[in-house]
């Protein structure tokens, strides 16, 4: 049993949230994300949208700078791939999420799975903790 909480995503900064990608979990379109691409000797972000899903081909993405690429994310180190949350879309139940809460002087990542949405609630947060709560 973990902490269940309700969030709402626009009242957190996002240095402090962060969506977790799960081979389990299929993105939905419209999803924003980015890649960090080698670029001569720099390493660059490029953001883009997710525009659909094939379990064969993979997550075919629209990027900013108007390529249209089919990335396989199972092939990105999680540190050169990101999804950037926006308040227009809704995460799906099963995303998992962490947040970064003050603890006493330090400040620590907690981690969860989105169980619900909703638009007056927020997101209800099953937490991997071991304390049932509901707010």
Do not use: M
């Amino acid at each position: 049993n973990g902490q269940v909480r309700t969030e709402h995503l626009d009242d957190w900064s996002p240095s402090d949230f962060e969506i977790l990608w799960e081979s389990s979990v299929v993105l939905s379109a419209g999803t924003r994300v980015r890649f960090r691409w080698d670029v001569g000797s720099e390493r660059r972000w490029f953001a883009g949208v997710v525009k659909s899903y094939s379990k064969k081909r993979g997550y075919c993405i629209a990027y900013d700078n108007g390529q249209v690429r089919t990335e396989h994310l199972d092939d990105w180190s999680p540190s050169d791939f990101e999804i950037l949350w926006e308040s227009s879309v809704v995460l799906s139940a099963g995303t998992r999420v962490r947040f970064r809460w003050d603890v006493g002087s330090e400040r620590r990542w907690f981690a969860g799975v989105v169980k619900s949405y909703s638009k007056k609630r927020g997101y209800c947060i099953a937490y991997d903790n071991g304390q049932v709560r509901t707010e």
